[in-house]
């Protein structure tokens, strides 16, 4: 058998039959509130109408959705939550020795601007998904899904990493490689100075030393990603046209139109998976870049 259908099936399925019951429970309150709604706002609309006589009170059965889809959204919004905390959980934990995930955002953020490797203006809105914090010996690397909207448009989105400097490094640096999609036009390059070395484009300061760079050089040439050091952190930004987002944009979500034990469920479950190695190993790349 194939080692990670045997992991799935001992591991992961039961851990989504669990959250699939959980979620039928819920489901049965959120059904019986509703019949219970349809059955009051009945009698009301009846004895109004006994009252009044005006055939418009009837429309008072437009409100019925209402609450049922709030109720219904706050139902996924567990089902989600209960996913990353139990299966993306021990999928990441595979790599790593310990995992968090935020997943309302109230305690903890990367702050994209502060990473230097995008700029953005006052048109345009930053969401951020799924703080996750992630332990590797005894380092710690944090992930933030970045989503940049103008209007309504979504015109940016990828995963930013964050980790604090092993090394003194006193300058702000950032790294471009120069064969991938995602290029400087996203950077405020005032301040900056530009050289080119191992088809790596960096924008430096004057204070900086590209002896003291060249880990992080190699890291961008290697990975196809860009790089930045700001002020005591090291950033890494996985664009949207990396290898990592060919699949599914939204990272980290559960499947939730198939059947739990479905063969669909599974085939997910298994992409998620791959990702996610993908993710952890440039993850540990990148950690092991910061102590080179």
Do not use: W
Not at 36 to 60: E, M, Q
Not at 117 to 144: A, G, M, P, S, W
Not at 189 to 199: A, E, I, L
Request: positive net charge.
């Amino acid at each position: 058998m194939d080692p990670f259908r045997s992991y799935y099936i001992s591991s992961i399925l039961p851990q989504l039959k669990e959250i699939d019951n959980e979620r039928k429970s819920l489901h049965k309150k959120i059904t019986s509130i509703t019949v219970i709604s349809v059955i009051i706002l009945t009698i009301i609309v009846g004895f109004l109408f006994i009252i009044t006589k005006r055939p418009n009170v009837f429309y008072i059965y437009f409100a019925i959705p209402a609450p049922y889809a709030f109720l219904l959204k706050d139902l996924i919004k567990n089902y989600s939550k209960k996913y990353k905390e139990g299966i993306i959980r021990n999928l990441f934990l595979s790599y790593f020795d310990d995992y968090t995930i935020d997943t309302e955002q109230k305690s903890d953020c990367i702050n994209i601007i502060n990473s230097g490797l995008l700029t953005i203006n006052r048109k345009y809105q930053v969401k951020t998904e799924d703080f996750i914090r992630l332990k590797h010996k005894d380092n710690i690397v944090c992930i933030q899904e970045i989503i940049v909207k103008k209007n309504k448009y979504e015109f940016f989105k990828g995963l930013l990493f964050s980790t604090d400097m092993k090394r003194s490094i006193n300058q702000n640096v950032i790294f471009f490689n120069q064969s991938v999609p995602y290029n400087s036009k996203y950077l405020n390059k005032n301040g900056f100075k530009k050289v080119d070395k191992d088809n790596v484009t960096i924008f430096y300061q004057d204070n900086s030393s590209l002896e003291q760079l060249k880990p992080f050089i190699e890291f961008t040439s290697k990975n196809n990603l860009p790089l930045s050091i700001q002020n005591g952190k090291l950033y890494c930004f996985f664009p949207p046209e990396d290898i990592v987002f060919t699949e599914k944009l939204d990272l980290f979500e559960p499947l939730l139109t198939s059947k739990y034990n479905s063969n669909d469920t599974y085939r997910f479950i298994r992409d998620e998976y791959q990702r996610i190695i993908k993710i952890s190993r440039l993850l540990i790349k990148f950690d092991e870049t910061n102590m080179a």
